[in-house]
Every structure is written in C-alpha cells, then in structure tokens.
C-alpha cells in the first residue's frame, strides 16, 4: 500500500509539472506607435519588443499612427522586429491612421502586415529634416539603400518587394517624382500587406494559425488575452523637449529671464520661468547632441545684449551681440550624423532680429534720456516752477518735470493745482514759496 501510495503521488506531481500539461492562454502585447518615429520612441518600442521576448508573449502587435520620423530611428526597430523570436504583426489601426514613409518600413518588416479598411501608407523616400529634397549625390544614395532595405523586408515576408519599392523610388511615367501610396484595398491588391482587419479581435482571429515566411513561426493567438502598451506620459514629454527648435528656444528664453531677474530683483517671476525653461533645455542638451560652440556664442550674444542696455557702446556690444545670437543658434546643433537635426535657420533669424530690434528701441530710449536736461537730487531744481499736488500745508507734494517731490512751504498754505518756485533742495525735500499772481497789464 505504501509503494502504491507513493507511485500515485509521483504520477499526480509528474502531471501537474509536465509543460503543456495545462493548457496556457495566450498572451498579445499591443504596442501603441501613435508618434514621430525617433530615438525616444524606437528606444521604447525595442524595449517592448524584447520584454515581450522575456515574457513569452504568444505575439505583439504594433499598432502604427505615425507620419514617419527618422532614418536611424526606423532601423533600429525593424531590425528589432526581424530579430524577434516572438511574431510582430505590425497594424496599421484605428481607422484614419496611416503608416507613412518610416512607418511603411516598420509595417514591412513585420511578419504580418495588416491594415485597417479606412487607412493609409506608403510615401518612403527619404528627405532632409527640413522637409526638402536631399541634395542630388547623397539622395541618389540614400534612395538606392533605402530601396534595397524595402525589397529586403517586403520580399523577405513574402510580399510584392517590386510595389513595396515604388513607394521609395517612384517607377510611373506619368510621375516619376511621386512616391506610391496605398489605400488598405489597393494595399492588398497589390500585395504589400496580408490582410485587412476592423480591430484587433478581428486582426488575431485572421492571423491565428498562420505560419510566418522568414522565421516560421507559427501564431497561436485565438482567445488571447491583450495587453496594450502606450507610450508614457515622460517620455512623450522628452520625445516634444528633444526638437532642437524647442531647446533653442527654451535655453534662450531661461537665460534672458535669469537676466532680467539679475538686473531687476525682486520680480521674481521671470526668474523664475527662466530657471524652469533653463532646466529642460539642458534636459534636451543632456541628450540631443551639440556644439559647445553654439552654446557659448549664444551666452556671449545675450552678455553682449545686456551690456548694450546698461553701458551702451554706440550699437557696437548690440550689432556684435545680435550676430553672435545668429551664429550660435546655426551652429548648436550643426553636428555630423546627428539623428535629431539642427535648428530652423528661419527661426534663429527670427529671434537674433527680434534681439536686434528690442537693442535698438533700447539705445534710442537711452539717447533720447541723454539728451534731457539735467535733474535730481545731485542736480539743483532751485529757481523752477512746480504744480502743487497735495495740499502744502506746511508739507505736502509738488510735480517737477513730471517727478513727484516732498515739499516744505514756510509760511501759509497751498492748495493742489497752484504754482510754487523752489527756493532750496535738502536731500529729497524742496523748500517752495508761492509763485506771486501774475499782475495785469496797464492800459
């Protein structure tokens, strides 16, 4: 009995140990890429794709809203995608969405390529950051390696490599410089996704069972449970600070705020932003890479600024000042391979002008102040005339060239509105006399 016992109790332990004894749900990562493709996002699209490899996850589906993005930032998830061990079906979701130019690269190195009926992509030849053409030896480079990649991907998923490279290098004769893109039916006519699904219960009932072309893997997905994936909060944050036109503007506003503060204490408030737009312009420079060049040209440019509205120099620290703001702006991100481009040339115009103007308004105030007689309290105000504001009686307040004085009449009163003649000045006090009544003339 005690043999039979303990065989019982290996047979039951041995069953309930045996993998695949009971039966496992599967598991789907839903990705959400519904932003620029750049280094912020691939580097957490890749992350999930490997956390989905560390889970055994039965799939991940990427789920693609996005306008495109970067070169270096494209390649990097699709070579996360083709070295997966876990199934990517990259989902061209929800309706209205589109997968353009980086996003068409990413939705062809899936394993499975699908699209929602109301949807779009295509449109991959590459361009500069600005949104123009590449210059003519370096595009002729970059459109022959960008095609090859797509004939790669698409050919190597068991698509039509020949349509999926029309979206890079255009073939038609009628217009040989327009890209191809596809609605979700003409995609699929043509063979450059596998399906067409309305969400994603639709899109795993479709794909559970089927056996991808490049890694042979076989999609166990039906009753999944699935999990979604957006990007966080953080990181978008960091994904809008990394625009260099943002850093730029935001290092330039933190300084002249602190500026401001320096050189007029007790606002506090311009202080205060700056440090705050100071703060996430170095978070952005802790990432983008730039010139130190730049950065110093810039800070030299508002010193200049600075020095021109407190010990003015005839224009000379406000012209030189003016350039160098120009010149740092062009060259902060003027950096070889970076992936996140340079600086809008239109908008560090806009801000070096707009310096130059306000230096100009502020060397006309100065002159024109120069140029005023001379008053206060080092200077005597014996002899002028003055409009009694408060009632002197003795003391009271008077207005000389638009200042508001204290003022001493000696002897009786008078009332707001009368005229008084400065007799002495002692510190910040006017001795006054009443101003006789003009006598009329003789007949």
């Known amino acids: 009995m005690r043999t039979l016992c303990l065989l019982a109790v290996a047979l039951i332990a041995g069953l309930v140990l045996t993998p695949g004894a009971a039966a496992k749900t599967p598991h789907v990562r839903v990705v959400v890429l519904d932003a620029d493709v750049d280094p912020v996002t691939a580097d957490w699209i890749v992350d999930e794709i490997h956390s989905a490899a560390k889970a055994h996850d039965s799939a991940v589906v990427l789920e693609l809203e996005t306008p495109g993005g970067l070169l270096e930032s494209m390649r990097k998830i699709t070579q996360a995608e083709l070295r997966s061990p876990v199934p990517i079906i990259a989902f061209v979701a929800p309706s209205g969405a589109r997968a353009a130019s980086a996003g068409f690269f990413v939705l062809e190195a899936a394993d ?26 370096l595009r002729a480079k970059l459109i022959h390696d960008s095609e090859a990649q797509m004939r790669f991907l698409a050919g190597g ?124 312009a170095l ?30 120099a005839h224009g000379a620290f406000a012209s030189v000042g003016t350039l160098a703001v120009l010149l740092g702006g062009v060259l902060l991100f003027r950096v070889d391979n970076s992936p996140y481009g340079t600086t809008s040339f239109w908008l560090v115009l806009a801000i070096a002008g707009s310096l130059g103007l306000i230096s100009v308004y502020v060397i006309s105030r100065v002159w024109a102040a120069r140029r005023l007689p001379p008053r206060g309290p080092g200077v005597t105000l014996v002899g002028e005339l003055a409009i009694v504001v408060t009632p002197l009686n003795p003391d009271g307040q008077v207005l000389v060239h638009g200042e508001r004085w ?8 008078a009332e707001p509105g009368e005229r008084v003649r400065i007799t002495g000045q002692h510190r910040l006090t006017l001795d006054v006399e009443r101003e006789p009544a003009a006598q009329p003339a003789a007949t």
């Open 406 to 413: 204290q003022a001493h009449l000696p002897s009786g009163s």
């Open 157 to 280: 998923s068991g698509r039509n490599a020949t349509a999926a490279a029309q979206a890079v290098e255009p073939k038609s004769a009628a217009c040989p410089r327009c890209p191809r893109s596809w609605t979700a039916d003409e995609a699929l006519h043509d063979k450059v996704i596998d399906l067409i699904a309305a969400d994603i219960p639709a899109l795993l009932a479709q794909t559970n069972g089927r056996v991808t072309v490049r890694k042979h893997l076989r999609l166990a997905v039906a009753g999944a449970t699935v999990e979604r994936h957006e990007l966080p909060f953080q990181l978008r944050l960091l994904d809008v600070l990394l625009d260099p036109n943002l850093i730029t503007l935001l290092f330039l506003g933190g300084i002249l705020g602190i500026a401001f503060e320096l050189t007029h204490p007790g606002i506090v408030l311009p202080g205060l932003l700056g440090t705050v737009a100071l703060l996430l």
């Open 112 to 137: 499975i390529a699908a699209m929602v009926p109301a949807s779009n992509t295509g449109a991959a030849t590459p361009i500069d950051m600005g949104g123009g053409n590449v210059g003519s030896d």
């Open 283 to 312: 978070l952005g420079l802790s990432i983008v890479p730039f010139s130190w060049a730049g950065v110093a040209l810039l800070v030299f440019g508002i010193a200049l600024l600075g020095l021109e509205a407190h010990s003015p």
